[in-house]
């Protein structure tokens, strides 16, 4: 019997526990020691970043950028429905509310040509999601944000290691949010960290991350005691943790490597069935550098995705749909959201299908993905994209 193909796999580098032992011999464990400053050197040093501050997950690393863009009861957030929850609630926890803008039928990214429409004298940020490792209209997104005064916190989530005209997504709005997820390229088990791209947002970064004290000035000798200074929280994570990630940031050429070959092998195998018009592939612009993240293929119905995922199961393959849109949601409702107010990411949430993709996923096994996807389609499948999938070149 042919073994299971899960969805994600986390790869292991081979230094994970040699560097863990190292934490633990150097007794060193709650944070801010030698791996947590590697990780955040390391980042910071290979993206051109000005200050990493690491964050247990990155929905801390949100809350943190929340924070320091000083959101308030009565103000508003653009980003994209099509988002995990943690962009949300970082904002909805301090009172503001989250202002849900429709996506690009091309890259599942908010659609920057609507965001100047859902500007309000309430809107104070931006919240831009980099779905998949491909990055949102970024020159766009902060042209409108600097005419509008409004701050940008990117949600690269799902971004490290991928770029943007050359600049590391993360690094070009005032703020960025990573994560280390167990789910994610790269990993902590549960990790994240905070990207701040403004020197005038450091000091207060640092603040609000050590539960409000200027405990890290006492540590660099700034101050002789530290002392409550506002709200924060405890949002520094665990060195074993971070001793865990350093080793596989260091393989990151190496892990990215492989998750572009298997990409690759899935568009090159499955192009015939877009060009039958049974399925549509996911669209990289060129001016991007995509870190591989997610394959994902859209079906052109409902039926035939959940039809596929069901059968694709049945095989012992882990394919699964994505998000349900936040607006669509029973907080999203409470905002006076409702069905059909954002019709392209209704449509593409239905029909969209996350295949296996890992560094350690093997031709062979890819290739069982796609003879199954391809025997149930050529039974099964309606037989024409719908519009919200037109294809927008880039």
């Keep these: 019997m042919e073994s299971n193909i899960p969805l994600n796999k986390p790869f292991i580098t081979g230094n994970e526990l040699e560097y863990i032992a190292s934490a633990i011999a150097e007794v060193k464990l709650a944070g801010d020691g030698r791996f947590t400053r590697g990780c955040a050197r390391l980042l910071e040093e290979q993206f051109g970043i000005q200050k990493v501050l690491m964050t247990p997950s990155c929905t801390a690393a949100l809350e943190m950028a929340a924070m320091l863009c000083d959101l308030r009861a009565g103000d508003e957030v653009i980003m994209p429905s099509f988002n995990f929850v943690s962009t949300a609630n970082a904002v909805a926890r301090l009172g503001a509310r989250p202002v849900f803008v429709d996506i690009r039928p091309d890259t599942l990214n908010l659609n920057e040509s609507l965001i100047e429409n859902a500007i309000t004298e309430r809107t104070k940020a931006i919240m831009p999601v980099h779905y998949a490792g491909v990055a949102c209209d970024m020159d766009e997104i902060m042209a409108i944000a600097k005419k509008h005064k409004l701050y940008v916190i990117e949600d690269a989530a799902q971004g490290v290691n991928a770029f943007y005209k050359g600049r590391a997504l993360g690094t070009i709005g005032q703020l960025g949010a990573y994560s280390f997820h167990d789910t994610k390229n790269y990993i902590a088990g549960e990790g994240g960290a905070l990207c701040i791209n403004s020197e005038d947002m450091i000091e207060r970064a640092e603040i609000i991350r050590e539960k409000g004290t200027n405990r890290s000035k006492f540590f660099r000798g700034e101050v002789d005691k530290y002392t409550w200074v506002e709200i924060g929280s405890s949002y520094i994570p665990s060195e074993i943790a971070c001793a865990f990630l350093l080793a596989q940031l260091e393989a990151m050429g190496e892990i990215t490597a492989r998750r572009r070959s ?6 090159i195998n499955l192009t015939p069935l877009q060009e039958r018009g049974l399925l549509t592939l996911p669209h990289l612009p060129r001016h991007l550098k995509s870190n591989f993240h997610i394959f994902y ?3 052109n119905d409902d039926a035939t995705r959940d039809g596929l995922m069901r059968h694709l199961k049945s095989q012992g393959i882990q394919a699964v749909f994505h998000y349900v849109p936040l607006h669509s949601s029973p907080m999203g409702q409470s905002f006076g959201y409702k069905a059909d107010d954002l019709p392209v990411t209704e449509s593409l949430s239905a029909r ?12 062979e096994e890819q290739m069982r ?3 199954c996807l391809s025997d149930y389609l050529e039974h099964n499948a309606s037989g024409k994209p719908q519009p919200a999938a037109v294809r927008q070149e880039g």
């Design 352 to 363: 969209l299908l996350r295949l296996p993709l890992f560094a350690d996923i093997t031709e």
């Design 369 to 371: 993905v796609i003879t």
């Design 297 to 299: 293929i859209l079906l």
């Design 262 to 267: 298997a990409y690759h092998f899935y568009r």
